[in-house]
């Protein structure tokens, strides 16, 4: 009986410090609001493309397993961060780019068969 109580002592104590460490994040002190992803998208299996928002800037990086870089800084807001980020940045990188991430795979597909 002791032991299954003490369990759950443990058990309790582990989620209370993680609740805990979860609501210290938000009282840091740092402001948040100032930089915002407007989206991310998978290039790679390690690698990543993200649009990121600083102060009324939009800032096109990539992100690898060793580096982040800047791509591209747009003079005007390519997206808004709040309705249909994803699929309307991916349309405008496919766009800037000059090339459709379906051609790219459908040829993939087409050298694995010859192989």
Same mark, same amino acid.
């Given at each position: 009986?002791?032991? &299954? /109580?003490?369990?759950?002592?443990?058990?309790?104590?582990?989620? &209370?410090?993680?609740? /805990?460490?979860?609501? *210290?994040?938000? /009282?840091?002190? *740092?402001?948040?609001?100032?930089?915002?992803?407007?989206?991310? *998208?998978?290039? &790679?299996?390690?690698?990543?493309?993200?649009?990121?928002?600083?102060?009324?800037?939009?800032? /096109?990086?990539?992100?690898?397993?060793?580096?982040?870089?800047?791509?591209?800084?747009?003079?005007?807001?390519?997206?808004?961060?709040?309705?249909?980020?994803?699929?309307?940045?991916?349309?405008?990188?496919?766009?800037?780019?000059?090339?459709?991430?379906?051609?790219?795979?459908?040829?993939?597909?087409?050298?694995?068969?010859?192989?």
């Amino acid at each position: 009986m002791s032991l &299954g /109580l003490g369990l759950i002592v443990v058990i309790a104590l582990i989620f &209370g410090c993680a609740w /805990l460490v979860k609501r *210290m994040n938000g /009282l840091s002190g *740092m402001n948040n609001q100032a930089i915002k992803v407007v989206s991310v *998208m998978p290039v &790679g299996a390690r690698e990543r493309i993200a649009l990121i928002e600083v102060g009324g800037t939009q800032i /096109l990086v990539g992100i690898t397993a060793t580096a982040i870089r800047t791509l591209h800084v747009f003079d005007e807001p390519v997206v808004s961060g709040s309705v249909g980020g994803d699929s309307e940045f991916a349309k405008r990188l496919q766009t800037m780019l000059g090339r459709s991430w379906g051609d790219r795979s459908a040829s993939r597909n087409d050298q694995g068969g010859d192989a």
